[in-house]
């Protein structure tokens, strides 16, 4: 177990304020270290991060990137609409799957403008042809960007589809009693890879279809081993839903037909309505993973734990931490996060006896460097969730702009307890959307550009593995069990 040295017992400290010490001899290479852990009671991730659910850090790119990286994405719901959060997970479960069971699909009196504005929308061209535009009838042809890529006049955008498509007659399928019912990926490897295919679809015996599965998907399953996917090959992502249970309920019936992995009951503090909602969703949509949040106190977990512990999955720990949060300095609510995870982490340990498991914690805040997700681990966290370190990626939703007084390309990032995030939905998340007086818990401000995740995510993970390479601790378990966590000096 962990040590926590004296000074620091009944104390409050940071990230900064502890360093964690070298005891043991390594005798493994850094590549060698797991960041294998528990996200939530049935999710494990390969790589411990998760991207926060706030408007300027995780929608459909964020999430995709998050989870092809072995992480995860939380969708923010400060959307004018519920359907447009929906949209957002719906990019991303059609992303990747071995096989796209409810595909897009178009008739024959579809035009060549309906390709184009589904490319726009998803990021693909290759769209089935039925009889109807449904998946309820017959497979009769298929559009790929092969058809269309030269067509751009206006005369060509009203082209019917039935003029483009390759007929039915002319297509390789695959059967569904031999693949789709065996969820065979490799049958249909062999089937793509022998006709050099670059989307096949799966008919049944009345030669309905009943999904796609494409080359590119196949891929990059081979491109991104660690990625987090459901049992059909899909990435795996969650939303954020309010703390409202009238809400959520609006928002958890959609959601369920999107595909959602789970939710997190998004709240700056767990207000009691959300045990409510965690018995409405176990009770009624056993298979989504519920997340509560956010508590900072042993306290606050030990009650929650004793209330609905059957129905929660994970707890998110932080209140008032985060770069854009005011919380604190506003509101002088919250506590130092490195000693809020310590001390709800021991709560967890504490309870899981009781429970039958240990609660997973995910560490919400104040991580702004590599070296903040290392001792977040050691103080017992099993994830972490970032905003402002993942803000300035070209993944982050807005805008890349050179502030010509900072002298750098820069992204703009916000609280969501900000007024200007108010305007939208998330003056929910502080219990405050029914009042004419909004006290605002977050602020704009802006953070620099750090390019593609695809390159800066590598190199984070790269870091926490050397940082416990060094410590002699091959995996996040170990790292809990022998960390050995002392005053910086700067106490």
Known sequence: MAKLHPGLQNKEFWYQDILLVCNQLPDFEREEVDL??????????????????????????????????????????????????????????????????KPIVLSPENTVADIYQIAQKYGFYSVPITQDGTSKSKLVGIVTHRDVRYLETKKEMTMPLAKIMTPKEKLITGKKKDTLDKNDIRAVNKIIRKYNLDTLPIIDENSRLVAIVTDSDLRKNEMYPLATKDKNKQLKVLIAVESRLILAQERLKKAIGAGVDGIVIDASVVFREQLEIAKYVKENFPSLEVILGNVDSGKMVTEIIKNVGKWVDGLRVGIGPGAACITQEYLGIGRAQASAVWDCGQATKKMAKKLGFQVPIIADGSIRRPSDITKALALGAQTVMMGSLLAGLEESPGEVVFDEELGYLIKNYRGMGSLEAMEKRSSVRYGIEKVKIKVPEGKVTKVGYKGSGYTFLPKLVAAVKQGMQKLGAKDIPTLQRIAEIRPSGLL
């Not at 390969?46 to 969708?75: C, N, Q, W």
């Not at 004018?80 to 997970?89: G, K, L, R, S, Y």
Request: aromatic share 10%; no cysteine; proline share 3%.
């Open 36 to 101: 294998t852990s528990q996200f939530s009671r049935n999710i494990k991730l390969k790589t411990p991060f998760v991207s926060s659910p706030m408007d300027t850090v995780t929608e459909a790119e964020m999430a995709i990137l998050m989870a092809l990286m072995g992480g995860i994405g939380v969708i923010h719901y400060n959307y004018a609409t519920i359907d447009e959060q929906m949209a957002e997970v719906e990019k991303v479960k059609r992303f990747e799957a071995a096989f796209v069971r």
